[in-house]
């Protein structure tokens, strides 16, 4: 038996964190992701980076994997055991996958503290001491301390997206779904979220999904990059194999235009 060979089977009895099956999504005719749908393994530690062309269905990958949306088609599996069936818990799908949006989605009438505590009350039910435990240790770990009282209105964008991650953080979720976390923001802020996304995976060994075209962010920290184009998955590998010499025409066309935008 070759080393590849016993390296597969290693690989095969690890239950992923996440697996995916044949998944696929209408709007009405619109095939979103297309049959026979994606198929996709992500298992702890890793650092999956999805890239492609907007309108290549993305964000509606995201939004089905944590039940946002449902699939059409296929099934979705969390620690093996499958989430997609209709008496599931949403929840518990929900405190285990924690989601980072492009637009913070933080509530603007609440205060920073507000905002960290509603899930921890509302999905975890914990009490008032373990509640204020959590919310001054991921301010602390995202240096937001000083902010703790301030609205969403009073910071900066890279300040709000890093309360968004403070929020998703508290609720100790076991993976964490990035959308575009970073398009909203102008350059100079851009950097301090990224370089936050980077401390989350080599100091606190997350499990990250993160749809971004932040080229030298998916070469630092990504496992696995994933390119996606017309609602399926073109082309997997690692950033080298992606980034370097990709071997997919599609592939190729998609990152000169992302090279001329940068
Ligand atoms: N709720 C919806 N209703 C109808 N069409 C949608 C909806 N959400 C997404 N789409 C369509 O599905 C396609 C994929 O969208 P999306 O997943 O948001 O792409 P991406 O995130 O890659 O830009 C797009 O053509 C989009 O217009
Ligand atoms: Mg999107």
Partial sequence: MTSEELNQIADDSEVPLLEVRNLTKKFKDFNAIKSPGVDLKIYSKEVIVII???????????????????????????????????????????KDIGMVFQSFNLFLHLTVRENIELPLKKVLNLDDDEIDKRINDVLNTVNLADKI????????????????????????????????????????????????????????????????????????????????????IIYRGTPDEVFDNPPNERLKKFLSKILEMN
């Fill in 149 to 232: 009282d301030s609205y969403p209105g009073e910071l900066s964008g890279g300040q709000q997206q890093r309360v968004a991650i403070a929020r998703v953080l508290a609720m100790r979720s076991k993976l964490i779904f990035f959308d575009e976390p970073t398009s909203a923001l102008d350059p100079e802020l851009t950097g301090e979220v990224l370089e936050f996304m980077i401390r989350l995976v080599t100091e606190f060994h997350y499990t990250l999904v993160v749809v971004t075209h932040e080229i030298p962010f998916a070469k630092e920290v990504a496992t696995r990059v994933i390119f996606m184009d017309e609602g399926e």
């Fill in 52 to 94: 492609g062309s907007s309108g290549s269905g993305k964000s509606t990958l995201l939004r089905c994997m944590n039940r946002l949306i449902e699939p059409t088609s296929g099934q979705v599996f969390f620690e093996g055991k499958e989430i997609t069936l209709p008496d599931v818990n949403i929840d518990l799908v929900r």
